[in-house]
């Protein structure tokens, strides 16, 4: 805590009104664990059910936004007063509204996790007025004419990659959706594709397939030509 400056410590509070409910006793004795324990014992041996790229992903935020500060922290002192001076730290020291958000995340998904473990009551991080507020993103779009021009640029290239743009020119789904489809999810009687698996590029090298990220992301596209024909072929 001394290298933050003016960040003062969490205040303690006391066994009567730790979130555990915990009374005094020798059965209070039970070691509370910090939020390091519960994201390197939890999330780092890969005990829960997360794609290896998205656990790189917290890895990093955690070991360059969140460890300095929190890590040492027992869970039963996280409280919202300290995550709003969290957050005010990060925004002092030139964080962006992005990394803020990744790093609350992250803190809210381990705080959720120790809340199902029944080490917490409840969980400080939900709710509105830590994290940045979400800022309503402007997706430009390219114009028909845009598009044909770009398929029509498409003509001299490798097949394969032609089918590629096109199907995600027609269909509009993600390139990640599209790195992971296979033959099995196509069906040419019905003239339909499912989306159900995302490629993502793992840190190092490598490409991981699994689930899309939620159940609204798996779906079913109409498979219409010239995709359908391309795929034919």
């Known amino acids: 805590w001394m290298q933050f400056g003016s960040i003062p410590p969490p205040r303690r509070r006391s066994r009567e009104s730790s979130p555990v409910g915990r009374s005094p006793g020798p059965s209070s004795e039970r070691k509370i664990p910090s939020f390091s324990m519960i994201f390197e014992e939890r999330y780092l041996k890969k005990e829960l059910n997360i794609k290896a790229a998205t656990l790189q992903g917290y890895q990093i935020v955690y070991r360059k936004h969140v460890k300095d500060y929190l890590g040492n922290v027992k869970l039963e002192d996280i409280d919202r007063d300290l995550l709003q001076r969290y957050q005010k730290w990060m925004s002092e020291n030139g964080r962006s509204d992005s990394v803020r958000k990744a790093a609350h995340k992250l803190v809210r998904l381990v705080l959720n996790q120790a809340k199902y473990d029944k080490i917490i009551h409840d969980n400080p991080a939900l709710g509105k007025g830590i994290a940045p507020k979400d800022t309503v993103k402007i997706v430009k779009a390219l114009r028909e004419e845009e598009i044909s021009a770009f398929l029509d640029l498409m003509d001299t290239e490798d097949f394969k990659w032609r089918c590629l743009v096109y199907l995600l020119a027609y269909s509009g789904i993600r390139r990640s959706e599209a790195c992971a489809l296979a033959w099995k999810d196509v069906d040419f009687a019905g003239n339909?594709?499912?989306?159900?698996?995302?490629?993502?590029?793992?840190i190092g090298g490598g490409v991981e397939v699994g689930y899309t990220k939620t159940n609204m992301s798996t779906r079913d596209e109409p498979l219409t030509e010239p995709v359908r024909g391309m795929l034919w072929e």
Request: aromatic content about 18%.
């Open 192 to 202: 339909r594709f499912y989306v159900v698996q995302s490629a993502s590029k793992v």
